[in-house]
């Protein structure tokens, strides 16, 4: 996708009248979890088919006051990413491959059929948020502050047609481990009766719909005391696709490694791109290819594969144990983190957080 040019639009800022005491902030931050507490500001951004983006404002969060004929509660057309801002090692502040959210945050518009917004502009209001809550980093191990852009059509009306008005927002929540269970390894559910996306649908896209699909999944997994659900592909019920908010990666025996291939039905992941640079750069030898179940379970038998890992922005890069299903259950490997599992973490968020050289020019310092 070509980048869209910068419009000319500023910033109006407005002050907080009531911000969190800073009493209450620490003890938030002192156990924030993940996506339960909230910073004090937000970004703001209006457009219309005949203004194009305007009045961008930065002020206090607050509620939303929406039409009940607003076009997103009825059409769903909402979309939006998420990424983070890490404290570095020299106490600065840095986003990671803040251009490349926005560039992935464009290509779901399109598909929804949504204006796109300059990429520049993206990145200026999560940078604009970041610096008005600075605040709110939290001082556990591995916090950061979670961004989330998101964007819905706000025109009221009643009729199937892409909307004519569309609010752009960004909130902020301070940061700690992404699963509540805290383990090493996670242990994941195959679902056999459900599947995410279909050829020529929205799988490849950020959209809200695909993963209120996933809830119920999910919500079967989690009642069977796993912590994510495994979708197949919808046309054959038999290839590797990805979990409920996560890509996978599985390491071989013969020092390879596979990803299953973008092909429209899977998210194009952030951290998935940058693992497979990190792969390459280890000299491995890094595979876009399909991976079916059958095989996976047969590889995890045999010794032939040795690692399975799920990774994203909210939980960076987190090893697979335990595989469950109607067919049974198999662990991967010694049920733990392997070591390249462990060696490619470290390797990322040691250059997102300033503490590695930053060969590909991912981080962008902001303060």
Sequence with gaps: MATIAAAEIAFSRQPHPAPTPASDRAAVLADPGFGKAFSDHMVSIEWDESLGWHSATVGPREPILLDPACAVLHYAQ???????????????????????????FNASA??????????????????????ADREWFPPVDGGSLYLRPFMFASEAFLGVRPARQYKFLVIAS???????SGAPAVSIWLSSDY?????????AAKCGGNYAASLVPQADAIARGHDQVVFLDAAERKWIEELGGMNLFFVKADGS??????????????????????????????REERY???????????????????CGTAAVVTAVGEVAGHFGEFTVGSGGPGQL???????LVAIQRGEAPDPHGWVKRIA
């Design 292 to 310: 079916a179940f059958d095989q996976w379970r047969a590889d995890a038998a045999s010794g032939a594969l040795l690692e399975t890992f799920a």
């Design 257 to 286: 490694l596979i990803t299953p291939p973008l092909s429209g039905t899977i998210l194009p992941g952030i951290t998935r791109d940058s693992l497979l640079a990190l792969a390459a750069d280890e000299g491995l030898t890094v």
């Design 174 to 180: 301070p940061a700690g481990n992404y699963f509540k």
């Design 341 to 347: 599992t462990q060696k490619l973490r470290q390797q």
């Design 195 to 203: 599947t995410r996306a279909a050829p020529g649908g929205t799988g």
């Design 110 to 131: 399109a598909r929804l059929a949504m204006p796109e917004m300059p990429e520049d502009t993206f990145v200026q209001a999560v940078t604009e948020l970041v610096l």
């Design 78 to 104: 909402e979309i939006f990413e998420g990424l983070k801002a890490y404290k570095t090692a020299d106490d600065g502040i840095a986003l990671f491959r803040p251009e490349a959210n926005a560039r992935r």
